[in-house]
């Protein structure tokens, strides 16, 4: 079974651009998290979609937002991008996600973005 | 809110010794299930161990395991017989509903 993919792997920006970044899960899955990986933070949640319905938000503004399509695949935008959010982006998918106390998430390889 | 606090930035080991890495964490819920998660340089994130609050016994994974003290809310990593294999960035976390992640802890296996 193929694991989750991310897609770019790499991509660099300046302030003001916006960005969307990709994310299918593993075949089945219908739960996808965000999360933004930054040296000293750790992983801090962005939000959860499950079934086309986000489910969970975590703190960030409202220039992070996700939407996630009939087939399960998501996408992620940052709109007006600024410095501090260069990041490793990471999506996990799981089977129900937050609906199955529990379940392990399984992470992608990330999208490294750099904003200059 | 939920909190996971991981106090050890950069650990190191030599090959085949014995690593505690710790985790903390603060919630008022009473089920929930705690997770370490292992990064290795530059690879997909990968789950190590999983422990449902609910349950006494310490979970155990070959050569990892786990010491869950409930009420001083600790979930703290015992990695036996370190390899070098065993490099990686180590992330606490807790689960209700949603993940929280900890800071993450840098272990590095010395040869």
């Known amino acids: 079974k193929a694991g989750v993919t991310q897609t770019p792997r790499y991509l660099i920006k300046t302030r003001g651009q916006q960005v969307t970044l990709s994310c299918s899960p593993i075949s089945g899955h219908r739960s996808v998290s965000w999360y933004q990986q930054t040296p000293g933070q750790g992983l801090q949640f962005l939000f959860e979609y499950f079934s086309e319905t986000q489910r969970n938000k975590g703190n960030f503004p409202g220039r992070f937002s996700g939407r996630q399509f009939s087939n399960s695949r998501s996408e992620m935008n940052v709109s007006t991008l600024e410095l501090g959010d260069s990041a490793l982006y990471l999506c996990a998918s799981s089977f129900d996600g937050a609906g199955l106390a529990g379940e392990t998430q399984y992470f992608g390889p990330g999208t490294r973005l750099l904003v200059l | 809110a939920q909190t996971v606090t991981q106090s050890q930035p950069e650990m190191s080991v030599q090959e085949a010794e014995t690593v505690t890495l710790s985790c903390t964490y603060d919630?008022?819920?009473?089920?929930?299930?705690l997770f370490w998660y292992k990064q290795p340089p530059s690879r997909q994130m990968i789950l190590v161990i999983r422990?449902?609050?609910?349950?006494?016994q310490n979970a155990t994974e070959n050569r990892f395991s786990v010491n869950f003290q409930k009420a001083a809310k600790s979930f703290s990593l015992k990695i036996s017989d370190s390899q070098l294999g065993d490099t990686a960035m180590y992330f606490c976390?807790?689960?209700?509903?949603?993940?929280?992640f900890g800071t993450g802890t840098r272990l590095k296996v010395l040869a």
């Open positions: 422990q449902e609050a609910y349950k006494q």
């Open positions: 976390a807790f689960m209700k509903f949603k993940y929280i």
């Open positions: 919630t008022s819920e009473n089920n929930y299930y």
